[in-house]
């Protein structure tokens, strides 16, 4: 589940192995372009962490947020299910 803390969402994915999670930022990275809404990321082994604000909007929560933030969720079921 998101979580909003300090004007952003926050969520933390863990998938199988680094190459699982590598795939997973590499989807995200084309949706985000298509959006033109970067999240900022982490990764480390087959962990993912990913906030999401809106810097046009001051760096708070808005809608392009929660929307790149439904489009993640939809990837990673994908992966998890795959």
């Not at 998938?15 to 699982?20: A, E, G, I, S, V």
């Amino acid at each position: 589940m998101w979580r909003e803390e300090n004007h952003s969402l926050f969520k933390k994915f863990i998938f199988k192995d680094f190459q699982q999670a590598f795939a997973f930022m590499t989807e995200i990275a084309a949706v985000a372009e298509e959006l033109d809404h970067h999240p900022w990321w982490s990764n480390m082994y087959n962990q993912v962490e990913i906030k999401l604000t809106t810097h046009s909007a001051g760096n708070t929560v808005t809608a392009k947020d929660h929307a790149l933030a439904q489009l993640i969720d939809e990837l990673a079921n994908r992966f998890r299910q795959g």
